[in-house]
């Protein structure tokens, strides 16, 4: 059974540093992702780490900002958040997958965390 663990979320102010942490166990994952979701907004991909090249993939808004990182050995991920905005807030979760997959899309992913809130005052 997979069990997904995601911790690091908080109330940062603007132009502050987060970092999420995601712990996955019962499967093997080769690739790892992170959405968000402000209240009444869709999910949206924020970034991905695929393969076993760790190739890595950003949405615009967060590039440069935001960095994706993972510890095969350990089975985790994080993001790791700097130069936050208030249009950073959200809860963020962490969504593995057991493909190599290259996908912006939720329902590519099987697996989701329990999600962490991130608030970012201005």
């Known amino acids: 059974q997979v069990r997904l663990v995601e911790s690091g979320g908080g109330l940062v102010q603007a132009g502050d540093s987060l970092r999420l942490s995601c712990s996955a166990s019962?499967?093997?994952?080769?690739?790892y992702a992170w959405f968000r979701q402000a209240p009444g907004r869709q999910r949206e991909f924020v970034a991905s780490?695929?393969?076993?090249?760790?190739?890595?993939y950003y949405i615009d808004s967060v590039k440069g900002r935001f960095t994706i990182s993972r510890d095969n050995a350990k089975n985790t991920v994080s993001l790791q958040m700097n130069s936050l905005k208030p249009e950073d807030t959200a809860v963020y979760y962490c969504?593995?997958?057991?493909?190599?997959?290259?996908?912006?899309?939720?329902?590519?992913?099987?697996?989701w965390g329990q999600g962490t809130q991130v608030t970012v005052s201005s």
């Open positions: 019962g499967g093997t994952f080769r690739t």
């Open positions: 969504a593995p997958s057991s493909l190599s997959i290259i996908s912006n899309t939720a329902a590519s992913y099987n697996y």
């Open positions: 780490i695929v393969g076993n090249d760790g190739s890595t």
